[in-house]
């Protein structure tokens, strides 16, 4: 995907990454064809960020690819200080690339006194001087209004389909699409009409924060085998109740799939225990050998981004990639 040597606006492209995920920029940037922007992403002694541009970004069109995933709070602070850094150097425009956005969950009070960390979040990115936003899967779409800037919304459900619609094959009829929770049933709805298949939902009664209790299952998942569906995976207490509910109730077998693996606390002595068969993830978090488990495979959001950001560059609408 060979980009053009100056966009419409007439100013180069520059693609910069932080520490968070380096791979999928490598990965975007093989793509268009671009080398990947110099810096240096460090801390000092004392724990603070310390960002130093290592080239000229005057007038240019600058792209900085960062999740806020774990360590959430130092990936955050190094996208903030790197949008700050383009500014004072001079950049055209600024677009933050944030594959997985952190404190999404967040987005409302969800009890009295309680902080909507979400917006501070999209506050603190518009302040620092990002000009768009580009991201995927948030936990809550509504989010794309606490920013007062731009912000494309690209989804990880085609890319989850297409795998799964090579390996069923013209069997969609032995499936069926699950919902972990109510709050999943539009994402899992749209998804099996991906895959013309029926869903099921799955009803549950959450005691405390990070435990869930599966109560009922609404349709018959007996003799089928199921793709349980969801955007994110935590700890995977829930997702990994619903697998064992499944086959308790006359699954034949059990896949799941989610766009960004977060996998914190136990979620992966639960996944491992599972009855869950395979776990497809996207690379939106980047997962090092210590989180790899043999059932996951993990597919490439690479070309989806570099196609977004060829767009956003191009000044070319992107709708025609949100399907």
Known sequence: ????????????????????????????????????????????????????????????????????????????????????????????????????????????????????????????????????????????????????????????????????????????????CVSPDLGSVTRVRNFAQRLDCPIAIIDKRRQKANVSEVMNIIGDVSGKKILLIDDMVDTAGTICNAAEALIKHGALEVSACATHAVLSGPALQRIEASPIKEFIFLDTIHLGKEKMLDKFTILSTAPYFADAIRRVYSDEPISIIFD
């Open 1 to 176: 995907m060979i980009l053009s040597n100056k966009s419409l606006h007439g100013t180069d492209i520059k693609i910069f990454s932080c520490n968070s995920n380096m791979k999928l920029a490598q990965d975007i940037c093989d793509i268009l064809e671009q080398p990947m922007g110099r810096s240096d992403v460090t801390k000092f002694s004392d724990g603070e960020i310390s960002v130093s541009l290592k080239e000229s970004v005057r007038g240019k069109d600058c792209f900085i690819i960062q999740s806020t995933s774990d360590p959430v709070n130092d990936n955050l602070m190094e996208m903030l200080i790197m949008i700050d850094a383009l500014k004072r150097a001079s950049a055209s425009r600024i677009t933050a690339v944030i594959p997985y956005m952190g404190y999404a969950r967040q987005d409302r009070k969800a009890k009295a006194r309680d902080p909507i960390s979400a917006k501070l979040c999209a506050d603190l990115i518009t302040t620092a001087g990002a000009d768009r936003v580009l991201t995927m899967d948030l936990h809550a779409a509504q989010i794309q209004g606490f920013f007062n800037i731009p912000v494309d919304h690209l989804l990880g459900a085609p890319i989850l389909a297409k795998y799964f619609k090579e390996k069923m094959g013209d069997k969609n009829d032995e499936y069926m």
